[in-house]
């Protein structure tokens, strides 16, 4: 085959990979925006088939010969073609050990599972989920020996959503943000609550709407190319990087559940909206991994999001939606309720500080599920065990417990450490940005152009061109988690006054 | 290969061309309800590369090897996948013929024409359209010769939509419903003017939205499979036969719009509802053409939902919704004035007695075109001229003239015919049914269970696996256009006091 030939035949490969994403992603759009209630089956048969067709192209001997080539000239590619075929030949060998029907019976699982954990939410019922749960379980485990089956089964889950992590990293990295969390939580219980009684008013669904469309725009998020949705549980989805959807939920009695999501998710948009152009359509479009998602989306969402700058720069215009609920209210009042530490059980509605703490207890749980040592009718026992050792609570059901997340339902196991893993890039991030980006007097204009500009030119720009360690390395140098426990520590102290 | 094995791969085809159709429909669905304006240009690559996969996998070597086998042994297999194997083979010799770039780059094209065709039509620009229709018109003439090279381009055309039907047949059909039409016409434009003013009072959105909601449960319409949502322009859409949406569009000021519109679409939904479980995810899942579409679509929307006895059973309801808009207005009043008949500009928005008129332009028109005796650039002269001829009036613009439809801009020729034909099945349709239902009791009775039932078993449970002609044949008997005429004739003899 001739050189450029093969490049060309690559580009295709990668185009219809592409196609074959976007269509499942929008029949998935689909199903959690408008679709009739008794619609799944049907739209499982067509998924199954995607996931099929895609496993096929990617595995045919047609694919394997010309990445195989390509490979053996790796050095004479440019840098992009380079990782394109690094990154396909890696998808392809995982894949390749995959048996086509497992393939497809998991995709038609992960389809049913995520409709029989809706219900057994809605009704508060764990037994009808957990069969269901333990299948997922048992592919997972068996999907992680054909991932890498060098590694032990959790680590090779980990490593899917961010290359390069393990079980050694994440227990020492958990057990530091322990070792800075439980103490300041201890202490801010010794002192006066603070009164966020206010964000509870009642907020007209509509009036959030518009405080929403604001946010966006505050964010220099283009509506040309980014859409917000309604769904019950908030998410980001890229078609590509002129196209990318979020949701959020408007919940009347909390105002700050839509806007803070709304930073979290615009903040995941920007990231895939920075990506260039020509990785677009390839296997290096999209965010690099899952943890550094997160740091772009928690960065928005807290170190900007609830810094007392730039809620003191958009305060006004907050007031102006909704002048009844929060006429009376100060900046610092607003800022201070929004930053209010205190266990709870619902990780989505969590304060910034625990937020970690709920990770760890799925972390945990997830590493005895996968390693064979918890079963899935043994998870709600150990759910309530771990709140209690880790935030002090009481699990009163399963619904604002075990049930409460989507991502198992999904089949993401190994997802969760990506969070507390992004809070900690993110935290890291800012301290490089900070040496030529004067983060807080912009977030206090309520101009937020120098800070995405960094993150776009640091982060966003390169997609899949590095390793996720690369990014990270590349925008703030070896990654340390000091950074996100000394940030944590100063803004809690001072908001405590401890 | 083995029998049952062959019968299996040719499920398995289907069932894969089913999952791209699913695919390009979702993302379709999206395009015209929530995707954000600027993102056509990503969605039309992924639209015009799942348009090739289906290409190709319909005309693979394989798949023509499994056809024509089983086109060898077809007195051995049952009746539906003897058909299945007819229609695929039929599918697979016209797609053959096409060559794959070209039939790529005509998806590519139609994708842009519906955004240059929305863009012109706004601005009222039919210039900018201009070169997109010529590109879209020569396409279909040559692609007229791909289907089927023994045919009049035009004729090639109209039987992909309604098979068997030709220019012969429709130039007579139409000379006979003008001889019916126009002296009516004349006779009412004599009569004193029917007042449906009315109408165009102020129906607030929300209210509307629960009418329609209203409308489609009087229908029978399963919101749990049946989605209703809002476009520009109403239209259905099935995945298959437990998952069918329709759209509508509320105008302020035309209740009529979005009531008239939700009985048209319901009856298209109804129709792929009732579909046989069997044909589900092959080829003979869906109507069986656009004309017995529109047979039903329009059965309900006219013959039922404008007939005085319909009207009358649900408009004490109608005035629950709308109790200042028409609380001193009769039944009778309502009835009058939704089929007032007065030739006007917009065929969406035109009364059942003329409708075919605006057909009637369309149809000679792209005779023209596609014939080659007429360039797109001469199409609003030729549009301004049909409309004083057949119609009487006056074309002031091309947004309410030449650029009123999307059917065009969808590379669709030869489908305007299918409404035209719809209506006439439907009213013959209705004339076999009086012979078991008391159509009129029932619908005075706001009951159409029976109404449905008769369709529902005569029509919709055989989706493709008959010819259009023989469902039609099946439903009553040879098509004969006079009983469309004589119920015409009936109605607005009555209604006018002719």
């Known amino acids: 085959m001739e050189w450029n030939k093969a ?12 196609a074959l994403t976007c269509a499942s992603s929008s029949l998935y759009l689909d199903a959690v925006t408008v679709a009739p209630k008794n619609t799944s089956e049907g739209r499982g048969v067509a998924l199954s088939i995607l996931a099929g067709e895609e496993q096929k192209l990617m595995t045919s001997p047609e694919t394997r010969a010309l990445l195989d080539e390509l490979a053996e000239h790796l050095d004479e590619l440019d840098l992009v073609h380079r990782r394109e075929v690094e990154e396909l030949r890696r998808d392809q060998e995982q894949l390749a050990r995959i048996p086509a029907e497992e393939y497809m019976a998991y995709s038609e699982l992960t389809n049913r599972a995520s409709d029989v954990w809706h219900k057994a939410k809605e009704n508060n019922d764990f037994a009808s989920f957990c069969p269901v749960l333990q299948e997922l379980v048992d592919y997972n485990r068996k999907f992680a020996g054909y991932y890498d089956a060098s590694k032990k089964p959790y680590d090779a889950l980990l490593n899917q959503y961010e290359r390069g992590v393990d079980m050694e990293m ?4 958990f057990a530091q943000l322990r070792q800075t969390i439980v103490p300041l939580l201890k202490k801010i219980a010794e002192k006066p609550q603070i009164d966020d009684s206010f964000l509870h008013n009642y907020y007209p669904v509509e009036k ?17 190319h980014c859409g917000l949705g309604e769904t019950e549980h908030p998410f980001t989805l890229e078609f590509n990087n002129k196209d990318v959807r979020i949701t959020t939920n408007y919940d009347v009695h909390n105002v700050a559940s839509s806007m803070f999501s709304v930073l979290h998710e615009g903040g995941h948009a920007l990231y895939e909206l920075g990506i ?11 965010g690099v991994s899952m943890g550094v998602h997160e740091s772009q989306s928690r960065f928005y969402e807290n170190i900007i999001g609830r810094s007392r700058e730039f809620i003191g720069a958009i305060y006004p215009k907050v007031q102006e939606f909704f002048p009844e609920q929060l006429g009376g209210i100060s900046a610092e009042q607003f800022y201070r309720a929004v930053n209010k530490a205190q266990p709870s059980l619902v990780r989505t509605e969590s304060d910034e500080l625990t937020y970690c703490l709920h990770i760890m207890v799925r972390y945990e749980i997830e590493k005895q599920l996968i390693g064979g040592t918890l079963e899935a009718k043994d998870v709600p026992a150990e759910w309530a065990r771990l709140y209690r050792e880790y935030l002090g609570i009481e699990v009163p059901n399963d619904r604002e417990g075990c049930l409460q997340d989507s991502h198992w339902s999904g089949g993401s196991f190994g997802y969760f450490p990506s969070y507390a ?27 937020l152009t120098a800070i995405t500009g960094w993150l776009r030119e640091k982060v966003h720009q390169y997609g899949g061109l590095m390793t996720p360690a690369d990014v990270v390395k590349n925008a703030c140098g070896e990654f340390d988690p000091s950074y996100y426990t000394a940030y944590l520590t100063r803004k809690y102290t001072e908001l405590y006054g401890l």
Do not use: C, P, S, W
């Not at 260039?276 to 999209?286: F, S």
């Open 7 to 18: 490049v060309q035949q690559m580009e295709l490969l990668q185009k219809k990979k592409y």
């Open 208 to 224: 959030q709407k518009a405080f929403a469309d604001y946010i966006m725009e505050v964010m220099g998020l283009d509506r040309g």
């Open 421 to 447: 893993l992004g809070n900690a890039y993110g935290a890291q991030m800012l301290h490089n940005m900070e040496q030529t980006v004067d983060v807080a007097g912009d977030a206090a204009k309520g101009d």
């Open 170 to 173: 994440l227990d020492k990295f």
């Open 276 to 286: 260039r152009d020509d990785l677009q359509y390839t296997r290096l479009a999209g």
